[in-house]
T-cell receptor, first 114, second 115 residues
């Protein structure tokens, strides 16, 4: 059963703690992405990786870090430097179909900072 | 130049009616325009997409209309059903050069279809 999995579904953290969100895909996609979703704000790109061992900052990378050691995995760490981390976090991966890059999303992780 | 503006923010339609959501963009380098459907607590799902070499694409009850000169595109949902109630996002990307395939999203439209 191919797809993108994110864990956990819900995550609670105390202020000042780092937390790591998991994203795994078995679609054999090269590129992976992390987005943050806030009510009324759409989806904003945090980091993306087009190939293993390489990643790039998106529009709102401050306070976040990532790694891409394996093609299947792209974990996101929300650090204590992120001022307002409570949000819905979405991971995506993409394939190239014809001349376009199609993105597919995981089910998301809701992070709440207490 | 990187923005995609989406309207309306929310939309209420009667069952069987037509739902219309509009998006506008500035960057003429964009060459791929997908629409995503998101149910509460779930990740967005790719619904339908269009490239600028066609003016319309239809898949079942969902149609994208594209106006290249006006830099606008819209989603039409025919015979809207209560099960279509969700948040819809338009997006745009350019599929060449640096940041290839990175999507720029509109802020979303919350659609409610009343029975």
């Amino acid at each position: 059963d191919g797809g993108i999995t994110q864990s956990p579904k819900y995550l609670f953290r105390k202020e000042g703690q780092n937390v790591t969100l998991s994203c795994e895909q078995n679609l054999n996609h090269d590129a992976m992405y992390w987005y943050r979703q806030d009510p009324g704000q759409g989806l904003r790109l945090i980091y993306y990786s087009q190939i293993v061992n390489d990643f790039q900052k998106g529009d709102i990378a401050e306070g976040y870090s990532v790694s891409r050691e394996k093609k299947e995995s792209f974990p996101l760490t929300v650090t204590s430097a992120q001022k307002n981390p409570t949000a819905f976090y979405l991971c995506a991966s993409s394939r190239t179909s014809g001349r376009v890059v199609e993105q597919f999303f995981g089910p998301g992780t809701r992070l709440t900072v207490l | 130049q990187q923005q995609v503006k989406q309207s309306p923010q929310s939309l209420i339609v009667q069952k069987g009616g037509i739902s219309i959501i509009n998006c506008a963009y500035e960057n003429t380098a964009f060459d791929y325009f997908p629409w995503y459907q998101q149910f509460p607590g779930k990740g967005p799902a790719l619904l339908i997409a269009i490239r600028p070499d066609v003016s319309e694409k239809k898949e079942g009850r969902f149609t994208i209309s594209f106006n290249k000169s006006a830099k606008q595109f819209s989603l039409h949902i025919m015979d809207s059903q209560p099960g279509d109630s969700a948040t819809y996002f338009c997006a745009a990307s350019k599929n060449y050069g640096g940041s290839q395939g990175n999507l720029i999203f509109g802020k979303g439209t919350k659609l409610s279809v009343k029975p």
